[in-house]
């Protein structure tokens, strides 16, 4: 007969191994754990340290463009002033860890593509750089620090403006009809000047509202057409505002911002078979829903002030009003009339 003598193991030996045996895993796993919160870390960090590069070089690019009227040189110092003020989010941030490249040039619209000195100058394109910016945890993998780049490219918006002007007889007075053909034209030439790629229009009023230049590239026509009307008749500032409205509502470029000028030297005292008060607020309302802001110009101290107010507060655009001595009033309303053709919508495009 034979015997098989086995050994006999101690109560609770296999368990013993198998909680060695866990707490080996535990402890490599929490290794691992610690080594993915750390990596996960500097990663949410590298991620916002992106987004506000790219905010601050999207600031840049649109101080740039905003500054290209005043030459090239001041767009390329407003730029790299709003990367630098935008792109240091701590006190840490450092003057010398934030590099700027200002290129100036010419945005093709239809190819989408930007050229730098590339004339005419009308977009400004921006390179923002954040060096040596710290890990936190990358030391673990011999990575202490880290750079980021971003870039953005800003340009004018087209505009489409219809000018909407009082010819009505009180502007023969102290030769304020003079006065609004020199504003017109310093308007125009600032326009020329700048390259806008605007259309330009132009809505006449007197006794009556009449379209007298739809939207058109061709602003020395439109300038005729202005200097060549004579001033008569009431003052019917609604039916005006209406071709305005009309022709921009019908004929704007798809993308552009819509504008309306808006000038008169009184009130309005036509049409007959209405308020001509409550005709003006009515477009000012139907201008509104078009989104169409309409910029307000009282002229002289005879002028209805505060309806004018209400036409700009309506359409979230803006009223100036000019007043003072006859020569002061001319060269009042020429600045205001290049301020509007200076204050170019601004618009990201890469």
Excluded: C
């Excluded at 489409?160 to 007075?173: A, F, K, N, P, Q």
């Amino acid at each position: 007969m034979n015997f098989v003598l086995r050994r006999k193991r101690a109560p609770g030996s296999r368990h013993l191994r198998r909680k060695g045996a866990i707490a080996v895993l535990a402890a490599i796993a929490m290794v691992v754990m610690v080594a993915m919160l750390a990596f996960s870390m500097d990663i949410g960090f590298m991620a916002s340290v992106r987004t506000d590069m790219q905010a601050a070089a999207d600031a840049g690019a649109l101080a740039g463009a905003g500054e290209l009227f005043n030459g090239q040189q001041a767009a390329e110092i407003a730029a790299k002033a709003y990367v630098l003020s935008n792109a240091k989010t701590t006190s840490s941030v450092a003057d010398a860890d934030i590099a700027t490249i200002v290129s100036v040039g010419h945005w093709d619209r239809g190819q989408r593509t930007f050229t730098k000195d590339l004339t005419p100058l009308n977009a400004v394109e921006v390179v923002a750089d954040r060096n040596n910016a710290p890990l936190f945890f990358g030391k673990i993998f011999n990575q202490s620090k880290f750079n980021m780049r971003a870039s953005a490219i800003a340009t004018f918006q087209p505009r489409d403006i219809m000018l909407v002007l009082d010819y009505s007889g009180s502007m023969r007075t102290h030769n304020k009809i003079g006065a609004l053909k020199d504003a017109v034209a310093a308007f125009i030439t600032v326009l020329q000047q700048s390259h806008s790629n605007d259309r330009v229009g132009f809505s006449v009023y007197s006794t009556r509202g009449t379209m007298a230049t739809g939207l058109t590239f061709d602003l020395q026509d439109l300038l005729d057409d202005v200097q060549s009307r004579p001033a008569d008749g009431w003052t019917n500032m609604g039916e005006g505002m209406e071709g305005g409205r009309t022709e921009l509502t019908n004929n704007a470029r798809l993308g552009t911002k819509k504008l309306m000028v808006v000038m008169t030297d009184g009130m309005a005292n036509r049409p007959l078979d209405r308020d001509p008060f409550q005709y003006v607020r009515d477009e000012a309302d139907a201008a509104a829903a078009a989104g169409i802001p309409i910029v307000a110009i009282s002229f002289s101290r005879d002028s209805d002030q505060v309806i004018m107010q209400d036409v700009a507060d309506t359409t979230q655009g803006v009223h100036y009003h000019i007043a003072g001595s006859v020569s002061q009033q001319e060269e009042e309303l020429k600045q205001v009339f290049r301020e509007v053709a200076a204050q170019r919508p601004l618009v990201l495009v890469d």
